[in-house]
C-alpha cells in the first residue's frame, strides 16, 4: 500500500555530511511510524534510526547518535534523515521503511521497504 523511494546518496570525504530523503505515495503516511535501517558489505541489515507517526519521538542507534537526525514532513510524505561527521564505517545502502506497530527497532516488523541509496564516505 506505500511505495517508498530513497535518494540523496552519494560518495562523501569522511567528516562530511549528506541528507538522505524518502518519498512516500499514498494518503496514509502519517499512520506509520518510519526508520532507516542499514547493510553494509558483507554485514546483515542494521537498524539506524526511527521517527513517531506525528514527529514526537526518535530513536537512534548507538553508533549513530549525535551524528545523524531523522525528521518528517508529513505534509511532503516525506521523511529525512541528516547525516553529519561521517566516518568510513557509515558505508553502507540506507533503505527507509515503514512500520504499522510501535517496535521502531525491529527490522521484522516493518512492513514496506524501499530500494536504498547507497552512501559511499572516503577517508
Known amino acids: 500500500q506505500v511505495q517508498l523511494v530513497e535518494s540523496g546518496g552519494g560518495l562523501v570525504q569522511a567528516g562530511g555530511s549528506l541528507r538522505l530523503s524518502c518519498a512516500a505515495s499514498?494518503?496514509?503516511?502519517?499512520?506509520?511510524?518510519m526508520g532507516w535501517f542499514r547493510q553494509a558489505p558483507g554485514k546483515e541489515r542494521e537498524f539506524v534510526a526511527a521517527v513517531s507517526r506525528r514527529g514526537v519521538n526518535t530513536y537512534y542507534a548507538d553508533s549513530v547518535k549525535g551524528r545523524f537526525t531523522i525528521s518528517r514532513d508529513n505534509a511532503k510524505n516525506t521523511v529525512y534523515l541528516q547525516m553529519n561527521s561521517l566516518k568510513p564505517e557509515d558505508t553502507a545502502v540506507y533503505y527507509c521503511?515503514?512500520?504499522?506497530?510501535?517496535?521502531?527497532?525491529?527490522?521484522?516488523?516493518?512492513?514496506?521497504w524501499g530500494q536504498g541509496t547507497q552512501v559511499t564516505v572516503s577517508s
Open positions: 499514498g494518503r496514509t503516511f502519517s499512520s506509520y511510524n
Open positions: 521503511a515503514a512500520e504499522r506497530g510501535s517496535s521502531f527497532y525491529t527490522e521484522s516488523d516493518y512492513d514496506y
